[in-house]
Every structure is written in structure tokens, then in C-alpha cells.
């Protein structure tokens, strides 16, 4: 009887520890816009790193405006994807967030009638609009026919994250609409 209790407890340690991810744990990105990164993480596991992404031209921080080129921060949901884009592979945000539009509203960027819109949308777990002040069709493509000496020397999109079309096709394993990314 002791062994047995003792069997089972080490059994529960050792897989509590050891076991791999469950699959009911969700699938989420990560996008480090400093060390210009891109994790695929399920639970506490990475299953995927990439790294020389690009980001927008003028860095990543707080979307003021459509052509900024600036990266929005924050954490969206894959709203829709085109695998038929210019850019080989869409994924596309649901950018503006709540706490995008928030931010723009209270700092002028944005007025009541289109931050009412982005609402209503992520209420509805919509899409939100694409065409306000803040701009849209943000997220994570590849190349296309781009060139890649090009992506390995800057960053060059208008505020989306771009990797080469063989990280992207690699990404397509992991991710659809509804997956989680976090960009900070």
C-alpha cells in the first residue's frame, strides 16, 4: 500500500513536471518588437522562435494615425486571414484594440462616433473597423514577391510585423483566426 501511494505521488511529480503541453492549452504569439523576435507558445512551452522580423518603419509604440508606420503594442486576436495576399500570407489583427481606441480617444486621435464603432465591433467580437483615423489592415504577413536582402537590413512595413514567406508558411502550422498575439 505505502509503495503503491508512493508510485502515485512520484508519478504526479514527474508528469506535473516532465509531461509535455496539453493540448487543450491555447496556442498564442508573442512579437518582441525590440529584439525583433516572434515566439509561438503553447502553455509554458515555445514551440517556434523566429527571429529577423521587420516591423514598421518608424518602430513600434502608439498608433496616431493611418501612415504612421509605427507598430501598434498590445494583444489582438487573428481577426481574419488571407492566404491568397500580395504578401504570400495575411493574418490579420483585430486592431484596433479596446485599449488602442481608449488611449486614441483620450488623447485626441480618435473621435466619440469611431471609438463607439471599434466597441460595438470587439462586443460583437467583430472585426473592428479597419478604416478609422487609427488606420488598419495591421498583423503578420510575409515577403511576397519583396525582397529579402531588403527585410534583413530594416524595418520596412507600415506598422505590421513581416517575416520571410518561409517563416510565415512555418506560422500557418500554428495559427488561425482567433489566435492570440501579444506585441510588446
Known sequence: MRFSLLFIFFTLIYSSIF???HADE?????INTSELRLKVIQGNKILAVMDNIAIGQNGAGMKTHKGDDITPLGTYTIGWV???SRF??????T????????TALLNGFLNN??????????RKKQVPPQNTMLGGHIGIH???AADIKIHKLLNWTHGCIALTNRQIDQLARWVGKGTMVTVE
Open 82 to 84: 488571407n492566404n491568397k
Open 113 to 122: 462616433n469611431e471609438y463607439n464603432k471599434i466597441l460595438r465591433a470587439h
Open 26 to 30: 491555447k496556442i498564442w504569439v508573442l
Open 95 to 102: 486592431y484596433p484594440s479596446l485599449q488602442n481606441a481608449k
Open 88 to 93: 504570400h500570407k495575411f493574418y490579420g489583427f
Open 19 to 21: 509531461s509535455p503541453t
Open 142 to 144: 510575409g515577403l511576397g
